[in-house]
């Protein structure tokens, strides 16, 4: 049997990202990853300018003890630029965001001052030279890799990218992975149930999870345990996409015939992985198209695809930052464990006066999707680990939103 890290380090490193890319509005890009490396044209701020509205003026002229009298020679409001010189003795009234003319290197605050006709009086104290300047590049130098390749996009970084004066960027292609119910005893919701059947649920979850991650979900449906039509799905869809996902049919009953026809059909990767819920998996390739074998249990389907699927599609995105956060909390609770199994229960998270708390959602069977309904975070409990007692910390890896 692999231990969890072991199963899920060579999921990843056997994805290679995808090279196709495609350009974008910045505007449409919400989620995308980075093709390119995204150097800096300019320095931002471009000129220095001030951070407030006030008084520019030269910092050398504040190194007396007393009180200092300046005329005003120039107004600069933002979006104008003042080529008069400020000389000693001289103060310009200049507005938030606007440049600094030249010779001035310090702003004083209006507050700060009083004026009387073109004389601006600036108290001992109130500013010191250098004060209230934003410095020319103090965001961004000319020439710098503000954005690396590989970065996931964030509202800030559309905006970091508009600052640029750039209305289009280079991103990563979306992958498009189908996504496939195994089983005789599940159907579609909407049709009608048999008494010993159960309405499919794993395909609405992980097309959900997968949609999260910006991923085109191809739903191919529900599937029988039947060689011939598992063969044919999983043919077609491999020519219709870059990974498969499927659920179901990997355990060792006579019904689960999926790691037979990988292992037939494709190349295969068949493993007990260390972990619960989980366990039986299947990775693999058919045709140039990866396969992720998931369990059927709708819990374990949804542990397995965000601890160890998740991570893999970052890297077939191409995404540099896949880790999901993880940070310690404190358990509310005993709970009891047996050592040999990496554990994932569903816990909720919350915040108390002494840090995270963490309790689990009570019981933890794989068949209970209710767990990650009510829930709010995985807690990871160790493999090697016996029982835990209440007080002791955990990680837990919050749900991704
Ligand atoms: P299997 O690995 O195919 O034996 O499935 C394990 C358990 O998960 C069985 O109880 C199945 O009925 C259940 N299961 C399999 N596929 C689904 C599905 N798509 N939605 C909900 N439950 C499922
Ligand atoms: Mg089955």
Same mark, same amino acid.
């Given at each position: ?30 989620? $995308? ?32 003890? *007393? &009180?200092?009298?300046?005329? !005003? ?17 001289? /103060?310009? $009234? ?27 009086? !600036? ?22 890799? %503000? ?14 990218? /508009? @600052? ?6 280079? =991103?990563? $292609? ?83 015939? %999926? ?7 494709? =190349?295969?990767?068949?493993? $007990? ?22 369990? *059927?249990?709708? %819990?374990?389907?949804? =542990? ?8 893999? #599609? +970052? ?18 609770? @005993? ?11 569903? *816990? %909720? #998270? ?5 840090? +995270? ?8 069977? &794989? ?14 409990? /160790? ?11 955990? +990680? ?6």
């Amino acid at each position: 049997m692999l231990s969890f890290e072991a199963a899920r380090q060579r999921v990843i490193e056997r994805i290679e990202p995808l090279a196709e890319r495609e350009r974008l509005a910045v505007k449409g890009a919400l989620g $995308r990853i980075l093709a390119d490396d995204v150097r800096a044209p300019f320095d931002i701020p471009p000129l220095p300018n001030s951070a407030r509205d006030g008084y520019a003026l030269r910092g050398a002229d504040l190194l007396g003890t *007393g &009180s200092v009298h300046l005329r !005003v020679v120039a107004e600069v409001p933002a979006g104008q630029y003042c080529d008069a010189e400020i000389k000693t003795g001289e /103060a310009a $009234r200049i507005f938030t965001g606007a440049p600094l003319p030249p010779g001035a290197d310090t702003v004083v605050m209006q507050e700060h001052v009083q004026r009387h006709d073109d004389v601006v009086e !600036v108290p001992a104290g109130v500013v010191k030279a250098y004060d209230n300047v934003r410095p020319r590049g103090e965001d961004v130098e000319t020439g710098a890799v %503000v954005l690396a390749r590989g970065t996931f996009i964030r509202p800030q970084e559309m905006g970091l990218l /508009a @600052s640029l004066g750039l209305p289009s960027v280079w =991103v990563n $292609r979306r992958p498009r992975v189908a996504v496939i119910s195994t089983g005789n005893e599940v159907v579609e919701a909407g049709k009608a149930r048999g008494p010993a059947q159960i309405f499919d649920s794993n395909r609405y979850a992980l097309i959900g999870l997968l949609e999260m991650m910006g991923v085109e979900a191809l739903d191919v449906g529900i599937i029988p345990d039947e060689r011939h039509e598992l063969r044919q799905a999983f043919l077609s869809a491999s020519q219709q996409t870059h990974a498969i996902l499927t659920s179901g049919g990997v355990s060792v009953g006579a019904y689960d015939l %999926v790691r037979d026809i990988l292992e037939e059909i494709g =190349v295969i990767d068949f493993w $007990r992985v260390k972990m619960r819920p989980g366990g039986p998996q299947a990775y693999g390739r058919i045709g140039p198209a990866y396969f992720f074998g998931l369990p *059927g249990n709708p %819990v374990s389907a949804m =542990v397995v695809f965000l601890e160890i699927v998740r991570p893999a #599609l +970052w890297r077939l995105m191409g995404r540099q930052d896949w880790q999901a956060t993880r940070f310690h909390a404190r358990l509310r609770e @005993s709970i009891r464990k047996r050592p040999g199994l990496m554990e994932f229960q569903r *816990g %909720v #998270l919350t915040y108390a006066e002494r840090g +995270w708390e963490v309790t689990t959602t009570g019981p933890q069977g &794989s068949g209970i999707l209710r767990s990650m309904v009510k829930g709010n975070c995985l807690i990871f409990l /160790a493999e090697e680990h016996g029982d835990y007692e209440s007080g002791e910390e955990v +990680w837990v890896e919050p749900f991704p939103l």
